[in-house]
């Protein structure tokens, strides 16, 4: 299942404040950006306060149900090295970390996706459920947010994106769809590969 919305007054006054750099956001952690103070329930995404979905030029939100626990899924998206094979569209990863290979606490990743350079980095890490990142270039800024729930049959991966700037404008008015496919892909390819490393395990193991 997935959702997009687009935020859009298109007018000339809107476009010309877009790209006056008006679509902009601090950086989570900021003081003017901050991730939510206290806990919030299990299935409830933490957005930092400039990034909540109702205020983003275009928010995304995609989710599978896998047949795994949390932990195996975490595993498949911590992995960076791996990405290439299941993250569809993501080239060129070269990653900054105290695992090597592998998302850690404040990690930083450039890398390519949907053709465009970007500096990611972690804002949220605690496995095996929360895993966030920020993304930031003058044009577009996102945060991409995944969330673990625990089921009865395994865990439900929810990844929802929340994006500011002009590309972010445009791409609601030219490619609404394309991301959110993108993500489609790489949830059911995280399906595949947890499951069969789930399968693969002895049982009772982890």
Request: charged residues 20%; contains cysteine; neutral net charge.
């Amino acid at each position: 299942m997935r959702r997009y919305r687009l935020l859009v007054v298109p007018t000339l006054a809107s476009v010309l404040s877009l790209l006056n750099g008006c679509g902009s956001v601090p950086m989570v952690g900021t003081r003017d950006n901050l991730l939510p103070a206290g806990e919030l329930p299990a299935d409830t995404i933490r957005w930092p306060a400039r990034y909540e979905p109702k205020k983003a030029t275009f928010f995304l939100s995609n989710q599978i149900d896998v047949a795994a626990p949390p932990e195996q899924v975490w595993r498949v998206l911590i992995d960076v090295d791996s990405w290439p094979e299941w993250y569809a569209g993501a080239r060129n990863l070269k990653l900054t970390s105290s695992t090597p290979g592998k998302l850690a606490p404040d990690a930083v990743l450039s890398w390519n996706i949907m053709d465009l350079d970007f500096v990611s980095t972690v804002k949220e890490f605690e496995p095996p459920y929360r895993l966030s990142w920020e993304s930031r270039k003058s044009t577009i800024q996102g945060y991409h947010t995944w969330l673990l729930i625990p089921t009865e049959t395994g865990t439900r991966v929810v990844t929802d994106e929340s994006q500011f700037g002009i590309l972010a404008w445009l791409q609601g008015i030219f490619v609404p769809n394309k991301l959110s496919q993108l993500h489609d892909q790489s949830l059911a390819k995280i399906k595949e590969r947890a499951e069969a490393a789930a399968q693969a395990l002895p049982a009772g193991g982890e």
